[in-house]
Structure formats: structure tokens, C-alpha cells
Antibody
Framework: QITLKESGPTLVKPTQTLTLTCTFS??????????VGWIRQSPGKALEWLAL???????RYSASLRGSPTITKDASKNQVVLTLTNMDPVDTATYFC???????????WGQGTLVSVSS | DIQMTQSPSTLSASVGDRVTITCRAS??????LAWYQQKPGKAPKVLIY???NLQSGVPSRFSGSGSGTEFSLTISSLEPDDFATYYC?????????FGQGTKVEVK
């Protein structure tokens, strides 16, 4: 059974860097075909895909993301980390991590973590 | 990036109604489209993948169709548990994009 859980700060100040960790179980990010993505949802708004990392360390980012997002993995810890720099109040959102199926859609999701950006 | 446009944004319906939501891609995505259901305060749940394949455990009243740039999600007979927001998502190539969502509300 695949499970994922997001962790990180609930509040960051504008211009600060946000680091979120996705801890998962039920699969290995080292296994061929595996991938983990990050998706966020601002209050009352639509889902927005942010980034994706594959088993072979290939990485993809949304072209609309400001700043310099970084996604990394630690297979030994079953973790994927997302870093977003220069946070702004518009980045206030619930951040989800999700397992990507071999087809490319997200079949298992974490519960999400709400991050507020405010001074 | 590929843009996904859903319609309508809001749909008012009653239990037992047949409802259809459409999703249009800004360029061809073949059949690489998924549909999700999301309820308030919860993570999305995948319903359909590869445009028309029903995810395991999803009721058969949900169905998907389409290819290229035009897709639809149909609920054959709306149940009380189906009042929620629905999103399409393309997964063609390197990027992923969600539609803006369709809220199915009680009429």
C-alpha cells in the first residue's frame, strides 16, 4: 500500500525559502518507472502542478513557477524534497506530494500541508 | 506549457441526473488525460486515466471519452456522494497541467 505525507513549515515570511519534505512508503523511488510530483492549491483555486522527479533523477518543473525551484530525492530515506525560493504571499497554498503512476497520472496523494506566506 | 480548459466552471444538478464535464487541451495530448474528484479539505482522487480507463475501485457510473484535444467526463446517474469538484489533467510529454476545475453542486 502506497502512502505519502508532506511535512514542513506552516508559515514562512516573504522572500524566505520554503523546504517541504514528502515521506513515502509502499514503493522505492529507485525502481525503474517511479516518480513523485508536487502539486499545490491556493485557497479556493485550482490544482497547480509544480515539479516532478523520476527514479533516474530526471527532473521536470512547471514553466510558470517563479524563482528557482528544486526537487531532490533521498531513496535511502524514502523522501522527496521540494525547495521554493523567494516566497511571496501568492504562494500561500496547500502543497501536496503525489506518486506518479507508470502512465503519468497521480494515483496516490498525500493529505497536503498548508503553507502561509506572511510577514 | 499545454493549457487545459474545462467547462462549465459550475454545474447545478440533482441526484439521478446525467452530467457531462468537458475538457479541452491547447494542443493534442493523444489520450494522456486523467480525471480527478476532489472534496473540500481532501486530496484529489483519480477516477479515469488514459482518457477512458476507470481506475480500480471507482464506480462504473463514471466514464471518460475523447482523444486529441477534446475530452469529457460523464456521470451517468448522479449520487449524493458525487457532489464535488472535478479536474482534468494532461500528462503528455514532460509537463503536467490541470484544468481550472468544475464544481458540481446541488440544484
Amino acid at each position: 500500500q502506497i502512502t505519502l505525507k508532506e511535512s514542513g513549515p506552516t508559515l514562512v515570511k516573504p522572500t524566505q525559502t520554503l523546504t517541504l519534505t514528502c515521506t513515502f512508503s509502499g514503493f522505492s523511488i529507485s525502481t525503474s518507472g517511479e516518480g513523485v510530483g508536487w502539486i499545490r492549491q491556493s485557497p479556493g483555486k485550482a490544482l497547480e502542478w509544480l515539479a516532478l522527479i523520476y527514479w533516474d533523477d530526471d527532473k521536470r518543473y512547471s514553466a510558470s513557477l517563479r524563482g528557482s525551484p528544486t526537487i531532490t530525492k533521498d531513496a535511502s530515506k524514502n523522501q522527496v524534497v521540494l525547495t521554493l525560493t523567494n516566497m511571496d504571499p501568492v504562494d500561500t497554498a496547500t502543497y501536496f506530494c503525489a506518486h506518479q503512476s507508470p502512465y503519468g497520472f497521480f494515483d496516490y496523494w498525500g493529505q497536503g500541508t498548508l503553507v502561509s506566506v506572511s510577514s | 506549457d499545454i493549457q487545459m480548459t474545462q467547462s462549465p466552471s459550475t454545474l447545478s444538478a440533482s441526484v439521478g441526473d446525467r452530467v457531462t464535464i468537458t475538457c479541452r487541451a491547447s494542443q493534442s495530448i493523444n489520450i494522456w488525460l486523467a480525471w480527478y474528484q476532489q472534496k473540500p479539505g481532501k486530496a484529489p482522487k483519480v477516477l479515469i486515466y488514459k482518457a477512458s480507463n476507470l481506475q480500480s475501485g471507482v464506480p462504473s457510473r463514471f466514464s471518460g471519452s475523447g482523444s486529441g484535444t477534446e475530452f469529457s467526463l460523464t456521470i451517468s446517474s448522479l449520487e449524493p456522494d458525487d457532489f464535488a469538484t472535478y479536474y482534468c489533467q494532461q500528462y503528455n510529454g514532460d509537463s503536467r497541467t490541470f484544468g481550472q476545475g468544475t464544481k458540481v453542486e446541488v440544484k
